[in-house]
Nanobody, 123 residues
Framework: QVQLVESGGGLVQDGGSLRLSCAASGRTFSTYVMGWFRQAPGKEREFVAA???????AYADSVKGRFTISRDNAKNTVYLQMRSLKPEDTAVYYC?????????????????WGQGTQVTVSS
C-alpha cells in the first residue's frame, strides 16, 4: 500500500504563491500516476492536476497557466506550484497515486490518498 504525505499548505493573500509537496512510499514511484485534487467546504472533490509517464501532465481549466505539477522520481515526490492564487482556490488539497491505467481526472480511479493539506487564500 502506497503511503502519501502532503505538506506545504497554509494561509496566503490573494495573488500569492504556495508550493505543495507529496512524498510517497514505494519502490515504483516512477510508474505511478500522481494527481492533485481539492475539496472546498460543501463542494465535491475536484481534479486539479496530474502527472504520469514521461512528462505527461493535465490540468483543470480553472488552474491552467497558474499551477504547475512536477515530480522528482529520485525523491519519490510530486509537487504542485501554485501562483496567482485566488480566494476560490481555498480548499483542502489532496495528493493521490494510481496505477498506470488510472483515469487521471477521476478521483475514484486512484488507489491511494494523502491526508490532505489546507490552503487558504485571503482576499
Amino acid at each position: 500500500q502506497v503511503q502519501l504525505v502532503e505538506s506545504g499548505g497554509g494561509l496566503v493573500q490573494d495573488g500569492g504563491s504556495l508550493r505543495l509537496s507529496c512524498a510517497a512510499s514505494g519502490r515504483t514511484f516512477s510508474t505511478y500516476v500522481m494527481g492533485w485534487f481539492r475539496q472546498a467546504p460543501g463542494k465535491e472533490r475536484e481534479f486539479v492536476a496530474a502527472s504520469w509517464g514521461a512528462g505527461n501532465t493535465a490540468y483543470a481549466d480553472s488552474v491552467k497557466g497558474r499551477f504547475t505539477i512536477s515530480r522528482d522520481n529520485a525523491k519519490n515526490t510530486v509537487y504542485l506550484q501554485m501562483r496567482s492564487l485566488k480566494p476560490e482556490d481555498t480548499a483542502v488539497y489532496y495528493c493521490a497515486a494510481g496505477r498506470p491505467d488510472t483515469v487521471v481526472v477521476q478521483a475514484a480511479t486512484y488507489g491511494a490518498w494523502g491526508q490532505g493539506t489546507q490552503v487558504t487564500v485571503s482576499s
